[in-house]
């Protein structure tokens, strides 16, 4: 019986060398990433879904690029409790589309994060419908904001992208008081600044702008 009591204690003991919690309860806990999923919008478009909860974000961006060119970015939102839409049309038609699902889906407020060319459909909903939009987020975009509604907006670029002088003229120009520039690292463009080195910053400060009005 002695023998079996040494035994028993040996490997509890090991257990706890190595880290493991015997307790039944994990020492740590990483959320399983959220996966995407196909749905199809009222214009007829299609989209990748991630997530659920009360406050949603559309994704837009290049065309080429697709909805599928903003994973992880959909999953890291999802993660931190967030409804995501990415969008594979990058019109003002599908916006309002991608809008429209967060809100049937339970979205109580929306916010839109757009990149590169999708400004000109991102702009044209901001500034027709501003109640349509929480807050804004644009990564590499020109354009004229002063249509724009009041609501917050976060501008970002590469510092040394072809975008970084149009970012600063945008977060001046533009209407409201919680409006901010954010240069990163880089030369890339677009979606493409999220897959870069500066990639964790950016998204990191994303992330950070829509907790503070969730």
């Known amino acids: ?92 038609t599908a916006l309002r589309a991608g809008i429209a699902w967060l809100r049937d889906a339970g979205a109580e407020r929306v916010a839109v994060l757009a990149a590169g060319a999708a400004d000109a459909a991102a702009f044209a909903v901001g500034a027709s419908n501003p109640e349509l939009v929480d807050q804004m987020i644009c990564v590499s975009c020109a354009g004229d904001p002063a249509a724009l509604g009041e609501f917050p907006k976060l501008f970002a670029a590469g510092k040394e992208s072809a975008s970084a ?31 870069g080195a500066s990639g964790g910053e950016l998204l990191a400060a994303v992330i950070r702008r829509f907790e503070e009005r969730r």
């Open 1 to 92: 019986m002695r023998r079996w009591l040494l035994v028993g204690l040996a490997a509890v003991l090991a257990a706890c060398s190595s880290g493991t919690d015997v307790s039944g309860s994990p020492t740590s806990f990483v959320p399983t990433p959220a996966l995407a999923r196909t749905i199809s919008l009222t214009d007829g478009s299609h989209a990748l879904a991630w997530g659920s909860g009360a406050y949603g974000v559309v994704l837009i961006g290049p065309s080429e690029a697709g909805a599928a060119g903003w994973d992880p970015v959909g999953a890291a939102l999802a993660a931190k409790r967030m409804a995501v839409v990415a969008l594979d049309a990058r019109s003002e």
């Open 165 to 195: 002088a149009d970012t600063t003229r945008l977060t001046s120009e533009s209407r409201g008081e919680w409006n901010a520039e954010l240069l990163v690292p880089g030369k890339d463009a677009g979606v493409a600044l999220f897959r």
